[in-house]
């Protein structure tokens, strides 16, 4: 584990999806960081269980909350009871998002709406929850130099196309425009709203691409840095773009994918 430099103690970070995978590494790290963090999930209750243990362990508040992102009713519910254990909060990381595969001629609407819901109205939904916050209460200065800040969980599919995937790809770049509109909106209001891009990391989303070795082999070769990334790595980022160290950052997308978007298959010319 690197050890964390940043400082978010006394701040409130509010995380969906963080039962597993990405959200529950990135709610580890900003407890590590010092902030206090909702853990929200909407299926595994262990999961986010044990995400709240490790971020305790590491010395900081959590709570666990249930809510189906994709529903504006669990949503209001996940920050009126985020309000009622901490108060306000200062940061948070639209992560929840899911897959449901199919060749575009096959997929079901229902396959299409159930990953738009989740992966881009989900994110849409607590955004907008975080701003009607971020705006209400007075700004923080003790706290942070933002009034509040929010990082999307994107992807490389924000701007790598996907066959077999369309539903995603359209999600991600549907995060991409909608995180650009909401920073160049708010950012005289000093919120500030930024994407992470994730590559491949390994996590239960994407176990197909690297739990043999041949898998792993194929999947390698579109990553120039030469290893498969781990959920810390995106945590780290994200303590980052919460952190007052990226307080001139805002409406960029950050990829961590160990070079997936620079185009691998051109490393030895075209
Ligand atoms: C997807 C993974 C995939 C990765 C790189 C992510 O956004 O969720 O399944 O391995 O992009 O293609």
Known sequence: MTK??????????????????IGQAVAIGLG????AVVVNYRGERDGAEETAEAVKAAGAKAVVVHADVSSEADVMELFRRTKEAFGSFQ?????????????????????WRKVIDVNLTGQFLCCRA???EYLARDPQPELS??????????SVHERIM???HVNYAASKGGVMLMMQSLAQEYAARKIRINSIAPG??????NRDAWETPEALAKLLKLIPYGRIG?????????????SDHSDYVTGATLFVDGGMTLYPEFRDGG
């Open 4 to 21: 964390p430099v940043l400082d978010l103690s006394g701040q409130v970070a509010v995380v969906t999806g963080a039962s597993s995978g």
């Open 32 to 35: 590590r960081a010092g902030a």
């Open 91 to 111: 940061i948070l990381v639209a992560n929840a998002g899911l897959q449901r595969d199919a060749p575009a001629h096959e997929m079901s609407l229902d396959d």
């Open 130 to 132: 975080a701003i009607r």
């Open 145 to 154: 130099r933002a009034a509040g800040k929010i990082i999307c969980m994107s």
């Open 162 to 164: 996907w066959a077999g």
């Open 200 to 205: 491949a990391i390994k996590t239960p989303i």
């Open 230 to 242: 781990e959920p810390e790595d995106i945590a780290n980022a994200a303590v980052w773009l919460a």
